[in-house]
């Protein structure tokens, strides 16, 4: 993928998205998915891991963490439910959020499960955290992952609350995944594919990645790392989970993966 400097998106119009270059961080590949499946083309813009980013955050209004989409002169949209709203409403074709506001409230409450601070994809950084700092000095640490783990409360109590939450969370879409098994449906909520099955099949990565076959670019090491969950995480890992979520790249998001 070819990415634009912010210089070059600022100076130009339309949907932008920053990313973070190369890395297949599960928020930024999710809002990708999400924008495909609505029809939505942007302009990937580059953030640099660990780099100075002076010039993204004057254009963004201080905001740091990709993804955020900025389009024309509107504010800059960042968060997974403010950029899933902004391609319902600027996307088209079939909507990504049920009809029934029951089923929706299930689905966007899944994904938030997925998504938020403390869900899913927050208490697995955690882990991964612990993997690396667990035995060493923390002020090892270079300034901008001292920054990101003061931003998630990086402590060993909340390692030990976070395996706790990656556990109840997969046991939770696992019974929602034979729940929707049992009535027929290949699809978290529903008959047809909503915000909740791209976000779980991004952030299933960060348990069982993909293939390296279906993820080129993906550096061997975060696959080991993604991949290195302990014995209870992995006895949570329920088949069905994995199975929705090869279900959902080739029949929706498309491989192999370009980051």
């Not at 953030?47 to 905001?63: F, H, N, P, R, S």
């Not at 960042?78 to 902004?86: C, I, R, T, V």
């Not at 080129?216 to 006895?235: C, F, H, N, Q």
Request: net charge negative; proline share 7%.
């Amino acid at each position: 993928m070819k990415y634009a400097t912010v210089a070059e998106a600022r100076a130009a119009s339309g949907l932008r998205l920053v990313l973070t270059a190369h890395v297949p961080g599960p928020w930024s590949e999710s809002v990708k998915a999400i924008f495909k499946a609505r029809g939505l083309s942007s302009l990937p813009v580059e953030q640099v891991a660990g780099e100075a980013i002076e010039d993204l955050c004057a254009w963004t209004g201080g905001i740091r963490n990709a993804p955020i989409a900025m389009l024309d002169d509107e504010p800059p949209v960042h968060g997974w439910l403010d950029l899933a709203m902004l391609a319902e409403r600027i996307g088209s074709g079939p909507s990504l959020l049920p009809e029934s506001s029951a089923d929706r409230a299930l689905a966007l409450g899944l994904s938030c499960e997925i998504c938020a601070p403390y869900g899913f994809g927050w208490s697995r950084r955690l882990l991964m955290f612990a993997q690396i700092y667990g035995a060493l000095d923390r002020a090892t640490a270079p300034p901008h992952l001292q920054s990101m783990l003061d931003q998630y409360g990086y402590s060993a109590t909340a390692v030990s609350a976070g395996e706790g939450r990656v556990i109840a969370i997969l046991a939770a879409l696992a019974a929602q995944l034979h729940k929707q098994r049992s009535a027929g449906s290949n699809y978290m909520v529903g008959d047809r594919p909503s915000t909740i099955d791209y976000h779980w099949a991004c952030f299933s990565q960060m348990v069982s990645p993909l293939p390296l076959a279906d993820q080129p670019a993906m550096p061997e090491w975060l696959v080991g790392k993604y991949s290195d969950t302990g014995p209870d995480i992995a006895r949570a890992l329920d088949p069905i989970l994995i199975e929705h979520r090869d279900f959902i790249y080739r029949n929706h998001i498309g491989l192999p993966l370009e980051y």
